[in-house]
């Protein structure tokens, strides 16, 4: 069996109301998603991150069409020799949408994978569990949302089934943000995780700042409470508070996550396997991690890493998306996953269990 065709395929979706992080502002949502074919018949599935930016989907198509020289004819089941040919660094690599576009062929490779030999993602990965722990994220800034409508956002939350959530600060007066945890703790009562996440909008002693302030209210963990790259001040902010600090999401590749690792940034690391290379990455640096006895709660797409979160010893949670964030929520894939009593199982299926419903968005298709 050898590799056919790689195709990319790119959706973008407008929100009814931008919303707003500590740092940046989104209008739209939006998906990539790669195919990978045979000449024997199987078909993987492979999600990109949304590019966001307006060129986002023709850059990614660009990128995944120059890949396509080092995929062509390969055996779909060598992912680490693909990988290697594919990252070549002084062009295409280490940082950024190129290797953000790897991401995506690898993750569909894994899919590829799991379907040619009758396996779930999960248990080819090591099957360490059969469901996890997963958090509701949320609690952006909205024009006209104020601390009622945040609430009632929250509580919603927990009616799902959520026995964790996540908000956003950063974003107002740092007073005005520990009002918005103290009522978010009010609301969703003491038996809750509650995360926050400054998606790096911090200096180091605003951050620190911000956490002595809050420790009152059982803080889960503060999430990039400073810039991604400044991980003298994650230490910093780690040193100075006992709320636990995670950080990782923007992060690329092993060696990435072993410049945080030794910088003593974090104690959990939020890897993305959209953004960091791939699955095959993300189980180096899952390895990584528990040789250094660190947990691994992952960014992004909860499809993907409920997977990778059951396959390893130390993954600690799944970061879970519901229709206050994505407006295609339900909509995009045939099926998704259920918050049942504050876990989530991934598909016992052959592959990922992605089927992308190309009726439901083919109206939003611009690549």
Not at 38 to 41: E, F, H, M, V
Not at 177 to 184: M, N, P, S
Not at 244 to 249: K, Q
């Given at each position: 069996?050898r ?5 990319y395929?790119?959706?973008q979706?407008p929100r009814t109301?931008p919303?707003?992080?500590g740092?940046?502002?989104?209008t739209?949502g939006?998906v ?5 074919t045979?000449?024997?018949?199987p078909v993987?599935?492979?999600l990109a991150?949304?590019p966001?930016?307006?060129e986002?989907?023709?850059?990614n198509?660009?990128?995944i069409?120059?890949?396509?020289a080092h ?6 089941l060598?992912?680490e ?5 594919m990252?070549q660094?002084?062009l295409i690599?280490r940082?950024?949408l190129s290797?953000r576009?790897i ?8 899919d ?6 009758g396996q779930?993602v999960?248990k080819?990965?090591g ?12 609690g ?5 949302k104020g601390l009622?409508?945040?609430a ?7 009616e799902?089934g959520?026995?964790?959530?996540k908000?956003k600060?950063g ?5 005005d ?8 703790r009010?609301?969703?009562?003491e ?6 996440d400054a998606n790096g909008a911090y200096r180091?002693?605003?951050a620190i700042?911000?956490?002595r302030?809050?420790?009152c209210y059982?803080?889960?963990?503060l999430?990039e409470p ?11 902010v780690?040193?100075?508070t006992?709320i ?6 923007n992060?690329?590749t092993?060696?990435?996550f ?8 974090a104690?959990?690391l939020?890897a993305?396997?959209?953004v960091?290379g791939g ?9 990584m ?15 993907i890493?409920?997977?990778l979160v059951?396959?390893?010893p ?5 970061e879970?998306y ?8 339900g909509?995009f894939l045939k099926?998704?996953?259920r918050?049942v009593?504050g876990?989530?199982a991934p598909?016992?299926g052959p ?5 992308v ?5 083919a109206a939003?298709?611009v690549?």
């Open positions: 069996m590799i056919a065709d790689v195709r395929t790119g959706y979706w109301r919303i707003r992080n740092r940046y502002t989104y739209s939006g990539g998603v790669v195919e990978i045979t000449d024997d018949g993987g599935i492979g991150v949304d966001i930016l307006p986002g989907h023709r850059i198509s660009a990128i069409e120059a890949l396509r995929l062509i004819g390969q055996d779909p060598g992912h020799r693909i990988w290697d040919d990252w660094p002084k690599g940082r950024g290797t576009a991401s995506a062929v690898d993750i569909a490779l894994w590829l994978k799991g379907k040619i030999l779930s999960h080819l990965l099957g360490f569990r059969q469901r996890v722990p997963a958090y509701i994220a949320g952006y800034y909205e024009e006209g009622d409508e945040l009632a956002e929250m509580a919603a939350n927990v799902l959520a026995r964790a959530v908000m600060v974003g107002l007066a740092v007073r943000d520990v009002e918005r945890v103290r009522v978010v009010d609301i969703v009562g038996n809750i995780k509650l995360m926050v180091f002693y605003e700042d911000f956490a302030r809050v420790e059982d803080i889960y963990w999430e400073v810039a991604p790259d400044d991980y003298d001040g994650h230490a910093r780690a040193q100075a006992r636990p600090i995670a950080t990782g999401e992060e690329y092993r060696y990435g072993r410049d945080l690792i030794e910088h003593r940034s104690a959990i939020n993305d396997a959209q960091l699955i095959t990455e993300f189980m180096k640096v899952a390895a991690s528990q040789a250094h006895d660190l947990s691994i709660a992952p960014h992004g797409n909860q499809d890493h409920v997977h059951c396959a390893i130390n993954g600690l949670i799944v879970y519901r229709d206050s964030v994505d407006p295609m929520w909509r099926s998704h996953l918050l009593d876990h989530v598909p016992s592959g990922l269990g992605i089927e419903d190309t009726d439901a968005v939003f298709r690549s």
